[in-house]
T-cell receptor, first 114, second 108 residues
Framework: EPEVTQTPSHQVTQMGQEVILRCVPI?????FYWYRQILGQKVEFLVS????????KSEIFDDQFSVERPDGSNFTLKIRSTKLEDSAMYFC????????????FGSGTQLSVL | RKEVEQDPGPFNVPEGATVAFNCTYS??????FFWYRQDCRKEPKLLMS???SGNEDGRFTAQLNRASQYISLLIRDSKLSDSATYLC?????????FGAGTRLFVKA
């Protein structure tokens, strides 16, 4: 069964450092999403991306965050200057239909900011 | 965007029991709903879509009540392997808003 692949599975960084989280979508999927889940809390929407543009973003997704699909394969989430409160599990999700669709999630990157 | 509310539980049920979860949503314009299952520290996995006409998949039945703005999930003949957190998802446009999840523990 096709799956969404995320790397790394764990990332430890110092506060103020930049991190890049990577995702390889399912091959025929065109819509890409990032979600995060702080330990013990709900899964929160960050951003959706289609055709090299952001479709929607949440209030969480401020200027510290950016997304891109640099090589037509990977879909990345960059956090420019990490804060302690950025510590969370970050999930990439993909879909093929766009609006109002079901999501397929990767196994996540656990980010720990020290 | 308005919220999605779920009873966090936990629901503790014996094997073979029938258990039901509800999820309320406040955006009357919402179009699509899904139930996802999340195991501890794992990614959410799609369980089933939710339609006004109801949707049944084996032991699982999902229902949407637009008038009262809630969706439900019924699990019959619970198995130990059903122990997980169940998330409802309100999908509109290019994002899904999740509830905080309902924890289910099925005991032998």
């Amino acid at each position: 069964e096709p799956e969404v692949t995320q790397t790394p599975s764990h990332q430890v960084t110092q506060m103020g450092q930049e991190v890049i989280l990577r995702c390889v979508p399912i091959s025929n999927h065109l819509y890409f999403y990032w979600y995060r889940q702080i330990l013990g809390q709900k899964v929160e929407f960050l951003v959706s991306f289609y055709n090299n543009e952001i479709s929607e973003k949440s209030e969480i997704f401020d200027d510290q965050f950016s997304v891109e699909r640099p090589d037509g394969s990977n879909f990345t989430l960059k956090i420019r200057s990490t804060k302690l409160e950025d510590s969370a599990m970050y999930f990439c999700a993909t879909g093929w239909a766009g609006k109002d669709e079901k999501l397929f999630f990767g196994s996540g990157t656990q980010l720990s900011v020290l | 965007r308005k919220e999605v509310e779920q009873d966090p539980g936990p629901f503790n049920v014996p094997e073979g029991a029938t258990v039901a979860f509800n999820c309320t949503y406040s955006n009357s314009a919402s179009q699509s709903f899904f139930w996802y299952r999340q195991d501890c520290r794992k990614e959410p996995k799609l369980l089933m879509s939710v339609y006004s006409s109801g949707n049944e998949d084996g032991r699982f039945t999902a229902q949407l009540n637009r008038a009262s703005q809630y969706i439900s999930l019924l699990i019959r003949d619970s198995k130990l392997s059903d122990s997980a957190t169940y998330l409802c998802g309100d999908t509109g446009g290019f994002k899904t808003i999740f509830g905080a999840g309902t924890r289910l523990f099925v005991k032998a």
